[in-house]
């Protein structure tokens, strides 16, 4: 098995302290101008296996432009190449900067915000312990102000991800409870409580990162070791995984203040039926999933599982590695 090559003592990156309030301006002047299209959303509660599930429904969303499949000839548009200003909420890392924190173009949560890499860097590579010090510190901003985030990663073709210039989400929690009336938190938080996981009809993998202090090569050693438990749930084998450079696998990360979560990925979603077994729909899901959290864009997929929530769970039961412990 690949080890990590041993890297000088890094600083750690200092952010705005008033980081909450900087994304709330940023967003909400930008929703103003209509450079940010936000898409307000209905939402419901689901029970999956006794873990309360958010399905939210936003009808706006269906008109967001797709971007252009591998086979079209013309350039890819790269949001993160050169963000504009109304985009751009702060540059930050060390000097010259390293990453940048920019707007959702798209967004379905309030202050939904995403931390890239300044040069372009593949989304499909692994992350570095640079990247993962920068998502830290973006929590631990927040967590300053007793403000909580959730960070997620999508990586490979069945996990969700949209642009390969690398990127990680970050949604403040707090927003990510608007209209809910019972009670939710992110599923991640809880995910190394083996009670939960066994719940789930996916096999996900998880590690207590609260006492780390935000360090990156210390969360690159956790996030490697439960990369190598994907790997191995996917492939059979443990040897040769590569820590650098081209995943193996397609698989979504998240992060709190105490958890770091991967999930190996298989499918991105599947179909959804109405009650006379008709198609009406695909549910997609991507690491948002791990926060406990879905969204649809039709109605009629909306109805559909709101009236058997059950096809929520076959769908998590077809997106990754079947839960052994459920089996």
């Not at 780390?212 to 790997?231: I, K, S």
């Not at 990360?253 to 979603?269: D, F």
Request: proline content about 8%; aromatic content about 8%; hydrophobic content about 40%.
């Amino acid at each position: 098995m690949a080890t990590t090559p041993s890297n000088k003592m890094r600083p750690k990156p200092h952010l705005p302290p008033n980081l909450p309030s900087l994304v709330a301006t940023a967003f909400s002047r930008s929703v103003a101008t209509k450079t940010v299209n936000f898409y307000p959303t209905s939402v419901t509660l689901l029970t999956i296996n006794s873990i309360p599930f958010q399905l939210r429904y936003s009808p706006s969303l269906a008109s967001k432009p797709k971007p252009p499949s591998v086979t079209t000839p013309k350039l890819f548009f790269n949001p993160f190449a050169s963000p504009t200003q109304e985009m751009l909420i702060t540059p930050f890392g060390t000097s010259p900067p390293s990453h940048n924190l920019v707007l959702n173009k798209f967004a379905v949560v309030p202050e939904h915000f995403i931390l890239s890499t300044s040069a372009f860097k593949p989304q499909t590579h692994l992350l570095e312990a640079d990247d993962l010090a920068a998502a830290y510190a973006c929590i631990d901003a927040y967590a300053r102000h007793n403000k909580e985030l959730f960070v997620f990663f999508n990586s490979g073709d069945h996990s969700g991800a949209s642009q390969p210039h690398r990127h990680l989400q970050l949604l403040p929690v707090e927003n990510m409870k608007e209209g809910l009336e019972g009670e939710w938190d992110v599923l991640a938080k809880g995910l190394t409580d083996p009670n939960t996981r066994g719940k789930l009809p996916f096999e996900v993998f998880a590690r207590d990162i609260e006492g780390l202090g935000g360090d990156g090569e210390e969360l690159r050693r956790v996030y490697l070791e439960l990369y190598n438990q994907a790997c191995e749930a996917v492939l059979g084998v443990a040897e040769d995984i590569k820590h650098e450079g081209e995943a193996q696998i397609s698989y979504n990360l998240a992060m709190t203040n105490n958890t770091m979560a991967v999930v190996p990925r298989l499918t991105e979603g599947g179909v959804v039926k109405d009650k006379d077994g008709q198609e009406v729909g695909n549910l997609a899901l991507n690491g948002t999933v791990l926060a406990g959290t879905a969204l649809v864009r039709s109605e009629m997929e909306w109805n559909a599982l709101r009236e058997d929530p059950d096809q929520v769970n076959q769908v998590l039961g077809r997106i990754g590695v079947p839960n052994r412990a459920r089996m």
